[in-house]
């Protein structure tokens, strides 16, 4: 009897080492707790994509479009564009845009027509452009074009379904303080104010109260640019930007999403260093106040994860970019906790979209590997 005990407590001993092991070599994102969700890798795109945009369509159907393939291809974007189907778990194709595009923007507009505009356009091609996506014809068609070529910008659906566009660079990279209203009756833009800086590489947030936050950007190139802590506010009814408060931290490539309490959450990004110069921080805009705050940190230090970040039906935010894991954000603690499962490597100018089903959808970005950038055509669930 004596030897059997033994042999039992000498078992669960080994156990517990083995456990204890487990514990401290588990990769970031792989806990045992499931409270925060986990990935899944799902179908992959027809092309590897980065810096694309991943669009939400009526249909729960997502438009995937444009974006480049890795390291050397910058200059060469795709105009190609694909579908995920979250009922087959699938991608299939969807046309073509009027000609590449990656760093563009796209927006789902009242009519459950999509617009797309601006971005890196390749050589000699016109960063002034912007398109149509109609999901009833599955064409992409020519629309009015912007009064300033521009890359690197945002835009923002407005209330009034009009489309706010902020920022950016033009063919020169300098970086633009104007700002432009795409209007869907007409098909046409306007310029509308001007902000206190020149942004690219900025944010643009829309308020409870219909106003827009644009926070941080910089202008000029590494290693001499500048990047700005400051940030201002876009009123619609009058057409001005006045300036809002000064972030904790001088951030562009970040990210930025409005919350439930109709505070904003901004995550991550760079300061002038860039690949040197990465945050873990994250703050919080008050609107009622015009302050900023900090709040987090992230597990890891993120950025270039602009469109890779999603308000979940719980009222939490999955960040899913820049990084090698993904993490939600809650609010009512402050806090950030990984979520299991990893993308295998940190992902640069991935996308995420919010599925119908409340599950998240994160596609493609590239790596920061020895052997370039090469990007991804992987595609990822998050289930909450």
Same mark, same amino acid.
């Not at 490597?345 to 996308?351: L, P, Q, T, V, Y």
């Given at each position: 009897?004596?030897?059997?005990?033994?042999?039992?407590?000498?078992?669960?001993? &080994?156990?517990?080492?083995?456990?204890?092991?487990?514990?401290?070599?588990?990769? *970031?994102?792989?806990?045992?707790?499931?409270?925060?969700?986990? &990935?899944?890798?799902?179908?992959?795109?027809?092309?590897?994509?980065?810096?694309?945009?991943?669009?939400?369509?009526?249909?729960?159907?997502?438009?995937?479009?444009?974006?480049?393939?890795?390291?050397?291809?910058?200059?060469?974007?795709?105009?190609?564009?694909? #579908? =995920?189907?979250?009922?087959?778990?699938?991608?299939?194709?969807?046309?073509?845009?009027?000609?590449?595009?990656?760093?563009?923007?796209?927006?789902? !507009?009242?009519?459950?027509?999509?617009?797309?505009?601006?971005?890196?356009?390749?050589?000699?091609?016109?960063?002034?452009?912007?398109?149509?996506? @109609?999901?009833?014809?599955?064409?992409?068609?020519?629309?009015?074009?912007?009064?300033?070529?521009?890359?690197?910008?945002? +835009?923002?659906?407005?209330?009034?379904?009009?489309?706010?566009?902020?920022?950016?660079?033009?063919?020169?990279?300098?970086?633009? +303080?104007?700002?432009?209203? =795409?209007?869907?009756?007409?098909?046409?833009?306007?310029?509308?104010?001007?902000?206190?800086?020149?942004?690219?590489?900025?944010?643009?947030?829309?308020?409870?109260?219909?106003?827009?936050?644009?926070?941080?950007?910089?202008?000029? @190139?590494?290693?001499?640019?500048?990047?700005?802590?400051?940030?201002?506010?876009? @009123?619609?009814?009058?057409?001005?930007?006045?300036?809002?408060?000064?972030?904790?931290?001088?951030?562009?490539?970040?990210?930025?999403?409005? #919350?439930?309490?109709?505070?904003?959450?901004?995550?991550?990004? $760079?300061?002038?260093?860039?690949?040197?110069?990465? =945050?873990?921080?994250?703050?919080?805009?008050?609107?009622?106040?015009?302050?900023?705050?900090?709040?987090? *940190?992230? $597990?890891?230090?993120?950025?270039?994860?602009?469109?890779?970040?999603?308000?979940?039906?719980?009222?939490?935010?999955?960040?899913?970019?820049?990084?090698?894991?993904?993490?939600? =954000? @809650?609010?009512?603690?402050?806090?950030?906790?990984?979520?299991?499962?990893?993308?295998?490597?940190?992902?640069?100018?991935?996308?995420?979209?919010? &599925?119908?089903?409340?599950?998240?959808?994160?596609?493609?970005?590239?790596?920061?590997?020895?052997?370039? !950038? *090469?990007?991804?055509?992987?595609?990822?669930?998050?289930? *909450?």
């Amino acid at each position: 009897m004596q030897s059997r005990l033994a042999r039992t407590a000498s078992a669960s001993s &080994l156990f517990l080492v083995a456990l204890f092991l487990v514990n401290c070599f588990r990769a *970031p994102g792989t806990s045992a707790a499931s409270s925060t969700g986990s &990935l899944r890798e799902t179908a992959r795109m027809h092309a590897p994509r980065a810096d694309h945009s991943s669009t939400p369509l009526p249909s729960g159907k997502v438009l995937i479009a444009g974006g480049f393939g890795g390291s050397g291809t910058e200059s060469h974007p795709f105009s190609t564009a694909e #579908l =995920y189907d979250p009922r087959s778990g699938s991608f299939e194709p969807a046309g073509g845009m009027t000609l590449g595009r990656s760093g563009h923007t796209a927006k789902l !507009l009242k009519n459950g027509t999509v617009l797309i505009v601006g971005g890196w356009t390749g050589r000699g091609a016109s960063r002034r452009t912007a398109e149509i996506y @109609d999901p009833a014809t599955g064409k992409f068609t020519p629309t009015g074009s912007l009064v300033v070529e521009r890359s690197g910008n945002t +835009a923002t659906l407005l209330l009034n379904g009009k489309v706010l566009v902020t920022g950016g660079v033009d063919r020169s990279e300098n970086s633009l +303080a104007s700002a432009e209203i =795409y209007d869907p009756e007409t098909g046409a833009f306007s310029l509308t104010g001007t902000m206190s800086e020149p942004r690219g590489q900025h944010t643009a947030t829309i308020l409870k109260n219909g106003k827009v936050l644009v926070a941080g950007g910089g202008s000029g @190139d590494y290693p001499s640019q500048t990047v700005y802590r400051s940030a201002d506010l876009y @009123d619609p009814a009058t057409g001005k930007f006045t300036p809002t408060g000064q972030m904790t931290a001088c951030r562009h490539k970040h990210a930025a999403i409005l #919350l439930p309490s109709g505070k904003v959450l901004i995550a991550g990004g $760079s300061d002038n260093r860039d690949w040197h110069g990465e =945050y873990s921080s994250a703050e919080l805009y008050d609107p009622a106040a015009g302050t900023f705050r900090a709040t987090g *940190p992230m $597990s890891t230090s993120r950025f270039k994860l602009p469109e890779a970040v999603v308000l979940l039906n719980s009222g939490k935010v999955l960040i899913a970019g820049g990084g090698r894991f993904a993490e939600v =954000y @809650d609010e009512s603690k402050g806090t950030f906790t990984p979520t299991q499962g990893t993308f295998g490597a940190s992902r640069f100018f991935a996308s995420a979209t919010l &599925l119908p089903n409340g599950d998240a959808l994160i596609t493609g970005g590239y790596a920061h590997t020895g052997a370039g !950038l *090469p990007a991804t055509a992987a595609a990822w669930i998050y289930q *909450p």
